[in-house]
T-cell receptor
Framework: EPEVTQTPSHQVTQMGQEVILRCVPISNHLYFYWYRQILGQKVEFLVSFYNNEISEKSEIFDDQFSVERPDGSNFTLKIRSTKLEDSAMYFC?????????????FGEGSRLTVL | AQSVTQLDSHVSVSEGTPVLLRCNYSSSYSPSLFWYVQHPNKGLQLLLKYTSAATLVKGINGFEAEFKKSETSFHLTKPSAHMSDAAEYFCVVSDLTRDDKIIFGKGTRLHILP
């Protein structure tokens, strides 16, 4: 069964360092998302991406964050200069072409720990 | 604007007894509603979804949810809990015809007592 895969599963980094989280969405999906979940808190929307551009982003997704789809298969989330409060589980998701059903398929997450 | 409220952050039930996880939503339009489950150290898995068809929706692992527009609720139920049901459950609302945001509830952690 097709699935969304994320790497790395866990990354530890020093504050101020750049981090790239990678996702391979399901191959025929066209909408891509990043969500994050700080430990003990709810899952928060970060950004959605369609047709090689951001279609929606939350207030969390500031200038420190960027996304791109560099090669038609990977979908990456970059954090330019990590802060302690960026420590969280980051989930990538993808969905089929836009339709009311809106089912998202999630990866298993990448846990980011900023020291 | 859309929002979703999960009324209980923790629910504990004994194995073999019924499960009820409550979810209320608000949406300006006709929403799609979902329940996702997250087992420890795992990703989010879709349990079931409501998309304006039948109001009683059956999902995987014996779970069901009923869409009640008059009560703006979408509570998740299961007749008999199993130890493997212990997980975090998220109620989700979306209206992808309007925007790309899919709003998660804060989650309910289900504990199963032996």
């Amino acid at each position: 069964e097709p699935e969304v895969t994320q790497t790395p599963s866990h990354q530890v980094t020093q504050m101020g360092q750049e981090v790239i989280l990678r996702c391979v969405p399901i191959s025929n999906h066209l909408y891509f998302y990043w969500y994050r979940q700080i430990l003990g808190q709810k899952v928060e929307f970060l950004v959605s991406f369609y047709n090689n551009e951001i279609s929606e982003k939350s207030e969390i997704f500031d200038d420190q964050f960027s996304v791109e789809r560099p090669d038609g298969s990977n979908f990456t989330l970059k954090i330019r200069s990590t802060k302690l409060e960026d420590s969280a589980m980051y989930f990538c998701a993808s969905s089929v072409p836009r339709e009311p059903t809106g089912e998202l398929f999630f990866g298993e997450g990448s846990r980011l720990t900023v020291l | 604007a859309q929002s979703v409220t999960q009324l209980d952050s923790h629910v504990s039930v004994s194995e073999g007894t019924p499960v009820l996880l409550r979810c209320n939503y608000s949406s300006s339009y006709s929403p799609s509603l979902f329940w996702y489950v997250q087992h420890p150290n795992k990703g989010l898995q879709l349990l079931l979804k409501y998309t304006s068809a039948a109001t009683l929706v059956k999902g995987i692992n014996g779970f069901e949810a009923e869409f009640k527009k008059s009560e703006t609720s979408f509570h998740l139920t299961k007749p008999s809990a199993h130890m493997s049901d212990a997980a975090e459950y998220f109620c989700v609302v979306s209206d992808l015809t309007r925007d790309d945001k899919i709003i998660f509830g804060k989650g309910t952690r289900l504990h199963i007592l032996p």
